[in-house]
């Protein structure tokens, strides 16, 4: 082996060990009992879950079990893998397990799975636990917090650490009196806690069980088949003819690999080992090199459909069906995604590289809208017609469609291999990057990964099956093809190993459930230590206690108030994992966004507030100095971890920038859009990020001098938010008197809201005057019917003023913090006024002023290089 191959194998170790250390489990045992149960049980964990999720149980009615059990056994299993694959200490040693850690592994495992084994006398003693229930939840507790340091680190336990104290010690007379509270005996807090759903094991731990676990298995299932590689080849070749191409491709690659990895650090290995090398061939620093790869790799948490698990979180915290969290995702996360090239294509420009390929980069972006566009049209239109084939199979042959339909998936399926075994396999090697087949090529050898990423599609938009149950049959999908691509692919090309194909796709099976496994310990134990941090909100009431500083800090301001939310979110992710961070921040924060927006006259959808937070959560791997993805970025690009991230958070700074515009329009994320005007919607965000991009990276067609880029932020703000302006000549609501409420509700179209600005004292003795959309009944009732059917709530008068008479417990209105006597003070209505679209001429008139002047400069400096 020569000293170049000797340090290459050095390096892919010590990246290897990294993602180990951070996501799967530093531990490498050399003993067979050690080998045999880092093999054993995630392949025992994953075969549960497929269980549990499968119909197998109420078909063979053997292993049903309630939520809360399946909840348990799925922490059991994080708790005791956590301590047997994770060391302890860096001095801990790591090629054998000590006894002593599986004697505390064990009694980890057995106190987490408690809730399983005892669920019937824990049930009977609701509120009022015995001694036992006391002792393993305290035991259970604590040997928690140290599974979630050992495969976390400690930042997520010392946030849980800080809650958990200001439980037991929150009533000392040395902390201010605004943040006190009566504090918890060891009984109420442990009962709380360990044996309700309201702590560890509540919604958090519910959705890592019923449906993260899932989607990380068929993404270990589909990288295990080959697909991320394809993915990456796929990008490479499409792009890296271009100025910057290795950059570019770098950006969709991750972009690709992000719909199958939860894990951002895992990304950045998996595209990174070989993107950066060829990034620095072409000319790009280190430094540059790692964030545009760090930067990457975060954005693929943005996109649907798994968006790092918060999605199916945000399903159960918001209320919604997981199809509308897709909707609102999808816009920021590809304007995101083509603001990175286009930076990558600035960042070209200004270091004077040069591609192979001569295409021009206005006619470059719009091919690219082009393709998205049809991507878009054509995923779409693919899915409908499998909708509309399904339905006429059913219509057909009833029950029997279902043997049909596998079927014709069968045979399409079998279809796509033939196509693939007349191309060569793809190779995993840098080496292989250098000379790709056209895209057309490379993309014919790999039709079959696409289809089981249809298949979830399809269950999840068409079907409306939960989420679990789409991944569990797109899972088992992937588990048919790494079984058989190979030996189908071998027969087609006439080669007589088939059966020797066989059983190493058997033995892909089985790695990629252990893999798959391996990368939930972490994700599992952060959702039940977060679920520690859910506990102590709800039993402390410190959200309230929170809402309150904040709006003492922001003196009214909701600029102001957003900004502290999202430096307290940024300040979280420092150590947090990002769907940790979204859980610790939304149950935080979210409610202070909407009751502070609500008494400054701004009334924010709830899904738009959880996906400011979620947005600012995502800095969790990039922000120095504990980024660990900016980390692993430099251990591939040998640049300095610091710096890295400092360029990837300065390159993510555009992201961080739509959480702001989509408070204040939510069009953004396509809350109450056509498809025509959500089209329109796209197009202008998108040219609105890409100026956006070019006034901060100081440089549009040639390098900008400062007003011409604070022109461009200007054009790009006004495209963004054009309201802003308008409200300054015109006021965007008319108020009408409190007495026409009946009349008002009564006039309000089929699904539309009523704006209502209420007055009243809080059950803390508070004054509040907010405004809130109380939403209606069906039209064709009277005004007092549609209020009590939509929102929940009754009025009455008493001489010229109207109060809250009533209110249906746990109805809207009764969610929205409204209280009974409250005073309706009156109501407000959309004024009629000019569109605020009108202000895109004057935005478009400075921008084409700009353009002119540069394309001026553009020419002289042409005609002085000739």
């Known amino acids: 082996m020569t000293d170049n191959q000797s340090a290459a194998a050095q390096e892919d170790r010590t990246l290897d060990d990294f993602v180990a250390d951070s996501d799967t489990g530093g531990r490498l045992p050399q003993d067979a009992l050690g080998r045999n149960a880092l093999w054993y049980l995630p392949l025992v964990w994953s075969l549960y879950q497929l269980w549990i999720a499968s119909p197998l149980p109420?078909?063979?009615?053997?292993?049903?079990?309630?939520?809360?059990?399946?909840?348990?056994?799925?922490?059991?299993?994080?708790?005791?893998?956590?301590?047997?694959?994770f060391p302890?200490?860096?001095?801990?040693?790591?090629?054998?397990?000590?006894?002593?850690?599986?004697?505390?592994?064990?009694?980890?495992?057995l106190c987490a799975s408690y809730l399983f084994y005892a669920y019937a006398g824990v049930a009977e003693r609701t509120g009022a636990p015995n001694q036992t229930d006391v002792i393993v939840s305290v035991i259970g507790l604590v040997l928690l917090l140290e599974a979630a340091r050992r495969s976390l680190g400690f930042p997520l336990m010392g946030v849980a650490l800080f809650f958990l104290a200001y439980v037991f010690f929150g009533s000392s007379s040395w902390l201010p009196e605004v943040v006190q509270w009566k504090g918890a005996s060891i009984n109420k807090a442990m009962s709380h806690m360990w044996l309700t759903t309201e702590g560890v094991f509540g919604v958090a731990l519910g959705v890592s069980s019923g449906f993260v676990f899932l989607f990380v298995l068929f993404g270990a299932l589909l990288n295990?088949?080959?697909?991320?590689?394809?993915?990456?080849?796929?990008?490479?070749?499409?792009?890296?003819?271009?100025?910057?191409?290795?950059?570019?491709?770098?950006?969709?690659?991750?972009?690709?690999?992000?719909?199958?990895?939860?894990?951002?650090?895992a990304n950045v290995v998996t595209t990174g080992t070989f993107t950066i090398p060829l990034m620095k061939r072409v000319g790009f620093p280190a430094t540059k090199a790692g964030a545009i790869e760090v930067s990457s790799s975060i954005n693929g948490v943005l996109t649907p459909p798994v968006m790092g698990a918060v999605a199916f979180l945000m399903t159960e915290y918001v209320g919604i069906p997981y199809v509308e969290v897709v909707k609102t995702a999808i816009i920021p996360a590809a304007i995101s995604y083509i603001a990175l090239v286009y930076i990558v294509h600035l960042e070209a420009l200004k270091m004077g590289m040069k591609g192979t390929s001569r295409m021009h980069p206005v006619k470059f972006f719009l091919g690219a809208i082009f393709t998205i566009a049809t991507s878009i049209v054509i995923g779409g239109g693919t899915l409908w017609l499998c909708g509309v084939l399904v339905n006429?199979?059913?219509?057909i042959a009833g029950d029997s469609s279902i043997w049909l339909i596998v079927v014709i998936m069968a045979a399409l399926y079998v279809l796509a291999l033939k196509v693939a075994a007349s191309h060569e396999d793809l190779e995993l090697s840098i080496e292989s990057m250098q000379d790709l087949p056209p895209a057309r090529e490379i993309f014919k050898t790999g039709i079959h990964y696409i289809m089981p990423i249809l298949l979830l599609m399809y269950l999840l938009m068409i079907e409306r099956k939960s989420p679990g149950l789409s991944a569990f049959w797109s899972s088992v999908a992937m588990l048919v093809i790494l079984a058989t691509q190979n030996p189908i692919k071998a027969m087609f090309r006439g080669q007589d190993h088939a059966v020797s194909e066989?059983?190493?796709g058997v033995a892909d099976i089985f790695e990629g459930l252990i893999i798959g496994a391996r990368n939930m310990i972490g994700l599992a134990c952060a959702m039940g230590v977060a679920?520690?941090?859910?506990?102590?909100?709800?039993?402390?009431?410190?959200?309230?206690?929170?809402?309150?500083?904040?709006?003492?800090?922001?003196?009214?301001?909701?600029?102001?108030?957003?900004?502290?939310v999202a430096l307290i979110s940024i300040v979280l992710g420092m150590g947090l994992p990002t769907t940790a961070n979204y859980i610790v921040v939304s149950s935080l924060m979210a409610g202070v966004v909407v009751e502070l927006g609500a008494q400054n006259g701004l009334i924010v959808p709830l899904i738009a507030v959880h996906m400011f937070v979620f947005y600012f959560g995502i800095m969790a791997d990039v922000t120095p100095p504990v980024g660990l993805a900016s980390f692993a970025a430099a251990a591939i690009?040998?640049?300095?971890?610091?710096?890295?991230?400092?360029?990837?958070?300065?390159?993510?700074?555009?992201?961080?920038?739509?959480?702001?515009?989509?408070?204040?329009?939510?069009?953004?994320?396509?809350?109450?859009?056509?498809?025509?005007?959500?089209?329109f919607v796209f197009l202008v965000a998108m040219v609105a990020m890409l100026l956006f991009a070019a006034s901060t990276m100081n440089y549009f067609i040639v390098k900008s001098r400062i007003w011409e880029s604070a022109l461009l932020l200007l054009v790009a703000f006004t495209l963004f938010r054009p309201g802003f302006f308008l409200d300054q000549i015109q006021p965007a609501f008319e108020t009408r008197p409190g007495t026409a409420v009946y009349q008002m509700a009564e006039r309000v179209e089929d699904g539309g809201t009523l704006r209502v600005r209420l007055?009243?004292?809080?059950?803390?003795?508070?004054?509040?005057?907010?405004?809130f959309l109380l939403p209606l009944g069906d039209q064709g009732e009277d005004g007092q019917t549609r209020l009590y059917d939509g929102a929940g709530i009754e009025f009455r008068e008493e001489g010229d003023k109207i109060f809250v008479d009533s209110l249906n417990f746990g109805g809207p209105a009764e969610q929205l913090g409204i209280d009974f006597d409250w005073e309706l003070i009156e109501m407000e209505v959309e004024a009629d006024r000019m569109p605020k679209e009108v202000f895109y001429l004057p935005a478009f008139l400075i921008l084409g002023f700009v353009a002119f002047l540069q394309l001026g400069r553009k020419r002289k400096q042409e005609e002085g290089v000739a």
Do not use: C
């Open 531 to 564: 679920g520690i941090i859910v506990g102590a909100v709800t039993l402390t009431g410190i959200g309230q206690v929170m809402a309150e500083f904040v709006e003492f800090l922001s003196g009214g301001s909701v600029m102001l108030m957003l900004i502290f």
């Open 88 to 109: 302890g200490l860096k001095t801990s040693p790591r090629h054998h397990i000590p006894i002593p850690t599986w004697i505390v592994g064990g009694i980890g495992a």
């Open 502 to 504: 066989f059983k190493q």
């Open 637 to 679: 690009s040998k640049g300095d971890p610091l710096r890295t991230g400092f360029q990837a958070f300065f390159y993510s700074i555009r992201t961080a920038l739509l959480p702001f515009l989509f408070i204040f329009n939510t069009d953004l994320l396509l809350i109450d859009v056509g498809p025509i005007q959500a089209v």
């Open 759 to 771: 007055m009243g004292e809080s059950l803390e003795g508070d004054m509040v005057d907010a405004r």
């Open 392 to 395: 006429t199979l059913q219509g």
């Open 58 to 85: 109420f078909i063979l009615g053997v292993g049903v079990w309630n939520d809360t059990q399946t909840r348990a056994i799925h922490l059991g299993f994080a708790v005791l893998l956590a301590f047997v694959a």
């Open 224 to 265: 295990q088949a080959g697909a991320g590689n394809y993915f990456l080849k796929l990008a490479f070749a499409a792009l890296g003819h271009l100025r910057g191409g290795p950059a570019k491709a770098a950006v969709i690659g991750s972009a690709a690999t992000g719909l199958i990895s939860g894990s951002s650090i």
